[in-house]
């Protein structure tokens, strides 16, 4: 499939069939380990099993036999659904969904003693059912954590009429499990600042600079998008302060995980999910990417960010440079960068009165390109790609991003494209993951454009980007 234009090269992606979320990641010895949501079968969501790949820097992978795979007659019998991996004591263990039709959902364990190679099941659900006095729509996606002595773990649901929750159990051995209560029940009737949903999937909980971050991907028969929820967590509740989107390209980033590595960083992957038609991902075979590696940081305005890792830069290759001067309103100015495989830096002060784009995946005609625009104004940046392909079987639709500007404060922007993936990264504050599917092999073009007063090109930079699997 290496010969697929819409294959990423630098992200990580099994070598056919589907992906979604990823699951288990931890860093055992000096491996790293991802887990994800993998169909053998085919380029489709059904009968899941756990694939697996490791990596010694985070950029680089091998691909690994299947780790978990459904057993029949057992609590998985229709899917092992998504979940965590955690050191216990020196045994590696993880904590997944099992899955039976129709809908039957409950936490199943299962250890390593071969270096997370191979994994035996614990016989039984380690939670035989829901709390019995909450109507949940569903019961799923784990995070677990040491605490005080004791694991606690967190599971995805959501309360009918209510809204999303996480609910909290706390264990001696991680076999054996208490109810503590939700952690923290959402709202469904309100959409400010953000709507938060009716389920919760794939929780994630974890201290930043001494608060508490929870992260959950909002579901309702369809994902929508993941949101960052940062604020106290004390006596078993948490009480968020600042809710908002993770990222901007709503489903496109979704069920992201972190794991803490031994450096101190807290490393995240997000799900990129396909943006085109069923038929089109079965012809192609293949289906689902990983986001970059990426660093949870806390942004310069407060919000949860996850940013390329430090080595996404060992990735780099050959180099272009665009000079600075003004982009005059008007017609596009194409400059001498091309390709499907790239980064871009580009810093550039827009007009105050007016908007400033960036042309990407273009073709010479402009008749597709995917746009980036600016509006200072509106503090706004845009991800446009309603144009980014001539063929009728993708998403066309506009993602959004509120990003105020300092006075004097320019625009960087970090972009990264890889075939059909785009992920935006915008002054260290806001990131933008998303799908493009451009039709002709010559749009692969840049250009820049400015509307009602002239922007100003302060550096442009590009380079091509590593095949990691050359």
Known sequence: MTSDPHRP???????ANWMNDPNGLIQWGETFHLFYQYN??????RNIHWGHATSADLLYWQHQPVALAPTPGGPDADGCWSGCAVNDYGTPTVIYTGFRLPEVQTPCLAVSHDG???????????????????????????TVWHEDGRWVMLIGAGIRSQGGTVLLYRSDDLRRW????????GDAGQFAPVWTGAFWECPDFFAVNGDHVLICSVWDQRPYYTIAMRGEYRDARFTPSLTHKLDYG???????QTMPIRDGRRIMFGWVMEGRSEAAVLAAGWAGVMSLPREVRLASDGQVVALPIAEVRQLRGAEQQVAPGLIMPGAPQWVPIR???LELEVIMLPPPHGVASVWLRASPDGAEATMLRYDRAAATLTLDRSRSSLSSDVWRDAHHASLPLAPGEPLYLRIFLDGSLIEVFAND???????????????????LQAA???????????????????
Do not use: C
């Open 116 to 142: 997370l190679l191979t994994w035996q099941k614990w016989p039984e659900p380690i939670i035989p059912s829901p709390p019995v006095d909450l109507d949940l729509l569903g019961f799923r996606d784990h």
């Open 40 to 45: 053998p079968a085919g380029a489709y969501h």
């Open 339 to 341: 390709g499907a495989h």
């Open 178 to 185: 208490e109810y503590g209560g939700p952690l923290l029940i």
């Open 452 to 470: 009602g007063n002239p922007a100003e090109l302060v550096t442009m930079r590009s380079w091509e980007m590593a095949d990691i699997w050359a």
């Open 250 to 256: 709503d489903a496109h980033f979704y069920a992201p």
């Open 429 to 447: 504050r806001r990131s933008i993951t998303s799908r493009i599917y451009p039709s002709r092999p010559d749009s692969d073009g840049v250009a």
């Open 9 to 15: 090269r630098y992200h990580f992606l099994p070598p």
